[in-house]
T-cell receptor
């Protein structure tokens, strides 16, 4: 158990819909990263938040957005969903230093029908 | 652009045999380098990491990796593989200047024969 929790574990929805994925980092960790893992794209970094502020952006679509709240949990919002958005979405948490280990959550499997 | 290459998509070894998984990166300076393992249906777990100093890094579960600057490589090794090592292995690189974006390789799936 990494100490990072993600909800829900599975999500099935239809094209055009909007969903929210939630991540609670390890106690004391300030940084949250979001990743998308799919068969054709592999593991892609989406976005990083540090203590409530966006710190780095990767291959995140404009239809996707994220935020980190004062209690440090984070939400990833995916809208106007397409079939190709079906993937595993991971969050990872990290301490204050960039050299601290990233701990991954168990992931949310999103299926868009 | 920075990139990470894992040339072997699948590798099969017999239990007890040695293992080497290859990783090459493309980056101007020395990046931070990582190896992660992912078991089916699980998140990623860090095996080891390299930032600086001794180029031979020891990790968990008996794994080690060697950073070779001249070859831009960070290969993962284990002297004797166990059946429980069957999983997918990812090499990752992080920029060490500016934003700390992680770039992952495409992964190597390891199969272990009894």
């Amino acid at each position: 158990d990494s100490g990072v929790t993600q909800t829900p574990k599975h999500l099935i929805t239809a094209t055009g819909q909007r969903v929210t994925l939630r991540c609670s980092p390890r106690s004391g960790d300030l940084s949250v990263y979001w990743y998308q893992q799919s068969l054709d794209q592999g593991l892609q970094f989406l976005i990083q938040y540090y203590n409530g502020e966006e710190r780095a952006k990767g291959n995140i679509l404009e239809r996707f957005s994220a935020q980190q709240f004062p209690d440090l949990h984070s939400e990833l919002n995916l809208s106007s969903l397409e079939l190709g958005d079906s993937a595993l979405y991971f969050c990872a948490s990290q301490g204050a230093l960039s050299t601290d280990t990233q701990y991954f959550g168990p992931g949310t499997r999103l299926t868009v029908l | 652009a920075q990139s990470v290459t894992q040339p072997d998509i699948h590798i099969t070894v017999s239990e007890g045999a040695s293992l080497e998984l290859r990783c090459n990166y493309s980056y101007g300076a020395t990046p931070y380098l990582f190896w992660y393992v992912q078991s089916p249906g699980q998140g990623l777990q860090l095996l080891l990491k390299y930032f600086s100093g001794d180029t031979l890094v020891q990790g968990i579960k008996g794994f080690e990796a060697e950073f070779k600057r001249s070859q831009s490589s960070f290969n993962l090794r284990k002297p004797s593989v166990h059946w429980s090592d069957a999983a997918e292995y990812f090499c990752a690189v992080v920029h060490t200047s500016g934003t700390y974006k992680y770039i992952f390789g495409t992964g190597t799936r390891l199969k272990v024969l009894a």
